[in-house]
């Protein structure tokens, strides 16, 4: 089983849509979780960071269960400039940060 | 404005050449990482770096390559005989703390090797 497990879409979608990204992990020790947006060929950049209570940011929502080992963002309303790989990360932290990166789910929004 | 500056952005180089990557983080942060992601594939763990020491490092950071922080300032990634496989976007990466702390991308560099 893959650490950490995306669908690579890609997602399309029209100006507006509400999206759901999903996302598991197999390290029940994993201590913390992302979401990174990346564009291609840049840098991962952080989106937010992921509660196990849930937490929104603006359209954005994460939502995390430790028990099933998954992890979900919601985008309400799309935009165009939305339009990127969206990747799930997980923080191992076994004693110094390390990042275990998803494959990406890609989202691509259209007029 | 970039967390940290890399250098250099693209750099094409021969099979069995030594290649360095600069890291400048702007911060004071303490803690650095290197990651690399060849074209299409997800970003990889190489190196996490603390107090001028190596903390953790996987299983692609092999002996070819070493990093270092010389100068206390600028952090480098070293490749010392370049493989075809090598060809990735590397990027360096830092964080204020070790737990649960944040950790920022710098731009990258991209490395062909040919």
């Known amino acids: 089983r893959k650490e950490v497990e995306q669908d690579p879409g890609p997602f399309n979608v029209p100006e507006g849509a509400t999206v759901a990204f999903n996302c598991t992990y197999s390290n029940s020790a994993s201590q913390s979780f992302f979401w990174y947006r990346q564009d291609c060929r840049k840098e991962p950049k952080l989106l937010m960071s992921?509660?196990?209570s849930g937490n929104e940011d603006g359209r954005f929502t994460a939502q995390l269960n430790r028990a099933s080992q998954y992890i979900s963002l919601l985008i309400r309303d799309s935009k165009l400039s939305d339009s990127a790989t969206y990747l799930c990360?997980?923080?191992?932290?076994?004693?110094?940060?390390?990042?275990?990166f998803g494959t990406g789910t890609r989202l691509l929004v259209s007029p | 404005e970039p967390e940290v500056t890399q250098t250099p952005s693209h750099q094409v180089t021969q099979m069995g050449q030594e290649v360095i990557l600069r890291c400048v983080p702007i911060?004071?942060?303490?803690?650095f990482y290197w990651y690399r992601q060849i074209l299409g594939q997800k970003v990889e763990f190489l190196v996490s770096f603390y107090n001028n020491e190596i903390s953790e490092k996987s299983e692609i950071f092999d002996d070819q390559f070493s990093v270092e922080r010389p100068d206390g300032s600028n952090f480098t990634l070293k490749i010392r005989s370049t493989k075809l496989e090598d060809s990735a976007m590397y990027f360096c990466a830092r964080s204020a703390g070790n737990s649960g702390n944040t950790i920022y991308f710098g731009e990258g560099s991209w490395l062909t090797v040919v």
């Open positions: 911060s004071n942060h303490l803690y």
């Open positions: 992921v509660y196990s």
């Open positions: 990360v997980v923080n191992m932290n076994t004693g110094f940060q390390k990042l275990v």
